[in-house]
């Protein structure tokens, strides 16, 4: 799945808590020893593990703040685009789906206050919100009508070619980003999506080195950006992965989890790493972890298969079941975020013919969505040197805070 904006700078705020930090770091170390396979992360992270924390109650303060602002001031459309860019952000950083339902209420909130002429900012933010739920044809729709409205920024071509390239419309996605490339040169934002199309044309090697330029980057932000740096890593660690190179991939995975201690997806990539590697009670920790933070359906499946491969059928099941129990709701709702995982899901587990009419609708079926929601560890190609499956790609985007500067940024 796509992975959205996160923006939370970190504060240093360790500097004046030393003996404090020091506490931390030995309980860390401690915990270390009785969890081997964490090691490296949680000894890297120890000192970012206090701001980690202070930077959450932080973003919660920011949304209470906001939350009371709209209560009061229920036609301010500016802060509840500021409302749904926290709740973007939240979903980026946990994987928790509420954040995207809330933000699009605030959007839709926004836009009823002010119309996309004077409320481009909204525009923007539905757009992102459309994107992030796999309604592409709908952020086709709105980008194109922001770039009319900011025929002068760059940041509605990025949106636009996000579109674009979601569909499956490669050369458009291409022209539109070559575009946005000549407007604002290299950055975080553009090379990851450049890297994108590399990967569509096997272009393996160049996707490898944008990516490297793109986390080097990341790592100059002012202020730090911390969440950028780990989505940059955790694509260089899944592009290591896809090669059967699983030493590099560890070290960008456990190096996302030094930057982001508690970033949803370097958890997940690395839950899938140790299953591959057959160390199965560290994956299925890893996978457990992960739901209890954020309860999405193909986490679940995810846990599902690694208990088939791990030999514990009966938990098999109740993953499986309450994977597909999800999906089936939330095509009830009328949404098509889970249609092609819904697809696969049949075609995977069961062959159900049923796998043939679910996902017309949601995108283009031979699009980046449809092929990284219906990856199977039990079907894909395998890596070499390796008897272990690997998943097909998947076309995520980077953190707002890569893809947008004050000048590019909608009011």
């Known amino acids: 799945m796509q992975r959205h904006s996160s923006r939370i700078p970190i504060p240093l705020i360790w500097q004046n808590s030393v003996n404090s930090v020091k506490k931390t770091k030995t309980k860390l170390r401690n915990f270390a020893k009785l969890t081997e396979w964490i090691r490296p992360a949680i000894l890297s992270a120890g000192l970012l593990h206090a701001t980690t924390e202070a930077c959450r109650a932080d973003t919660a303060e920011k949304l209470r703040d906001l939350e009371a602002k709209v209560q009061t001031e229920p036609a ?5 685009n500021k409302l749904a860019d926290a709740h973007l952000s939240l979903l980026s950083a946990t994987g928790d789906l509420a954040h995207l339902t809330r933000a699009d209420a605030a959007v839709e909130r926004s836009l009823k206050t002010a119309n ?16 992030a739920s796999h309604r592409f044809a709908e952020a086709r729709r709105d980008a194109e009508q922001l770039r009319t409205l900011m025929p002068d ?15 499956g419309e490669y050369d458009d996605a291409e022209r539109v980003w070559a575009q946005m490339l000549a ?31 793109a986390l080097e980057l990341a790592r ?65 920790a890893l996978y457990t972890r992960a739901i ?20 514990q059928t009966g938990d098999a099941k109740l993953w499986r079941d309450r994977a597909l129990a999800a999906y089936l709701a939330s095509v009830q709702r009328g949404e098509v975020l889970y249609l092609h995982h819904l697809t696969g899901f049949y075609a995977d587990s069961t062959m159900n013919p049923r796998a043939l009419s679910t996902a017309p609708g949601a995108t283009s079926p ?19 040197n390796s008897t272990k499956p690997r998943p097909c790609p998947r076309a995520p985007s980077p953190p707002a805070r890569a893809t947008r500067t004050s000048s590019t940024t909608p009011a």
Request: charged letters at 25%; glycine letters at 8%; proline letters at 7%.
């Open 220 to 284: 100059k932000l002012t202020p730090p950006a911390p969440e950028t740096v780990a989505w940059c890593q955790v694509q260089l660690g899944e592009l290591a992965f896809r090669s059967g190179d699983w030493e590099t991939a560890e070290t960008h995975y456990t190096a996302a989890l030094s930057a982001q201690p508690d970033d949803s997806a370097a958890q997940d990539h690395l839950a899938e790493l140790r299953g591959a590697q057959g160390r199965f009670d560290e994956a299925l």
């Open 116 to 131: 996309p002429e004077f409320n481009r900012g909204g525009l923007a933010m539905r757009t992102r919100v459309a994107l």
């Open 366 to 384: 031979c699009g980046p969505a449809s092929r990284r929601a219906t990856r199977s560890r039990g079907r894909c190609a395998k890596p070499a």
């Open 76 to 80: 301010d459309f500016v802060a509840w």
């Open 183 to 213: 407007r604002d040169g290299s950055n975080p934002a553009t090379e990851p999506r450049l890297a994108q199309l590399d990967l569509i044309h096997g272009r393996v090697e160049r996707a490898r080195e944008r990516l490297a330029t």
């Open 292 to 311: 209890e933070r954020a309860p999405r359906p193909e986490l679940m499946q995810a846990l599902g298969d690694l208990c088939i491969a791990a030999g």
């Open 153 to 167: 920024s760059g940041y509605p071509l990025q949106l636009l070619g996000d579109a674009l390239f979601n569909l």
